[in-house]
């Protein structure tokens, strides 16, 4: 049984920071592409950072530079770092995993992200 789970959510000031966690289990973590997606009331859901296998990063243009996305292969756990916090990140982010051997998205519960002050 796969699960995602994420954490580190919450309420923070515009300029703060905050550092997202999602412990995957039931899946070849190491081989597996991990992303994060965030989606905002009233709007489509939207990549923000992806990671590779081989530890190749790539992110949205809106957080690019202020996001860090990493892995810790031996924790089964990604993680998004995101700095410099604006209302505009406001948005429920969401772990993905995409299993190549049964070409099939999973998905995490999400955690809330608020940027207010």
């Known amino acids: 049984q796969v699960q995602l789970v994420e954490s580190g959510g919450g309420l923070v000031q515009p300029g703060g920071s905050l550092r997202l966690s999602c412990a995957a289990s039931?899946?070849?973590?190491?081989?597996?592409?991990m992303r994060w997606y965030r989606q905002a009331p009233g709007k489509e859901r939207e990549l923000v950072a992806t990671i590779t296998t081989r530890d190749s990063t790539n992110y949205a243009e809106s957080v690019k530079g202020r996001a860090t996305i990493s892995r810790d292969n031996a924790q089964n756990t990604v993680y998004l770092q995101m700095n410099s916090l604006k209302p505009e990140d406001t948005a429920v982010y969401y772990c993905?995993?995409?299993?190549?051997?049964?070409?099939?998205?999973?998905w995490g519960q999400g955690t809330q992200v608020t940027v207010s002050s």
């Open positions: 993905n995993a995409f299993v190549l051997s049964q070409v099939r998205d999973y």
């Open positions: 039931g899946i070849a973590f190491s081989l597996t592409t």
